[in-house]
């Protein structure tokens, strides 16, 4: 059973960092490209940041220069830090899980992460 479980969200002020870990089983990490998203209410989701397989970064211009993405092989865990949060980041974040040739995509079931003063 796959399983991708997100955690770290919660309420920042403005500025404000936080890192959102996503731990993955069921799936061999490593051949999986890994990706976040979020979206907020009433808007459709959006990619935020991908990490993939081969080792690629990439970043949406939203968040780029803000946020780092990483993976930790070893934890089969991805992460998202989140640094000089503005309240437009408010949003709940998802983490996806993509193999392309498998055809297999998977998500976790979300985060909320509020910026607020």
């Known amino acids: 059973q796959v399983q991708l479980v997100e955690s770290g969200g919660g309420l920042v002020q403005p500025g404000g960092s936080l890192r959102l870990s996503c731990a993955a089983s069921?799936?061999?990490?490593?051949?999986?490209?890994m990706g976040w998203y979020r979206q907020a209410p009433g808007k459709e989701r959006e990619w935020v940041a991908s990490?993939?397989?081969?080792?690629?970064?990439d970043y949406a211009d939203s968040v780029k220069g803000r946020f780092i993405i990483s993976r930790d092989y070893a934890k089969n865990t991805v992460y998202l830090q989140m640094n000089s949060l503005k309240p437009d980041d408010t949003s709940v974040y998802y983490c996806?899980?993509?193999?392309?040739?498998?055809?297999?995509?998977?998500w976790g079931q979300g985060t909320q992460v509020t910026v607020s003063s």
């Open positions: 996806k899980a993509h193999h392309i040739r498998l055809g297999t995509v998977y």
């Open positions: 069921g799936i061999i990490f490593g051949i999986y490209d």
């Open positions: 990490y993939r397989s081969g080792g690629r970064t």
